[in-house]
């Protein structure tokens, strides 16, 4: 799983922590890549479809992934931003 992740969005995840590391100059690049580690380990996850959370009846599959995206960046910012 880490080599698929790592050839196929390795790129990104670079480009995000440069990204990142600019606006959190504050933040000790060793906590910011432990940081990053646990994001795309918990996206990857939640990409997998392994994850408990499933369509609720009702909601289009459309609807379900715009939820799942903005509660993923809440906890994703809640994470980098921790003190």
Known sequence: MRRFV???YGHVLK???KAIAQFMPELPKEDLYWR???VSGALTY???DFGM???PP????EQHRAN???QFVRF???GLRAP
């Open 15 to 17: 480009e995000f922590a």
């Open 68 to 70: 799942a995206a903005k």
């Open 46 to 48: 939640a990409m997998s």
């Open 76 to 78: 994703a910012a809640a």
């Open 6 to 8: 790592s050839d196929n």
């Open 36 to 38: 990053l580690d646990f």
């Open 58 to 61: 009702g909601l289009t599959d």
């Open 53 to 55: 959370i499933k369509k």
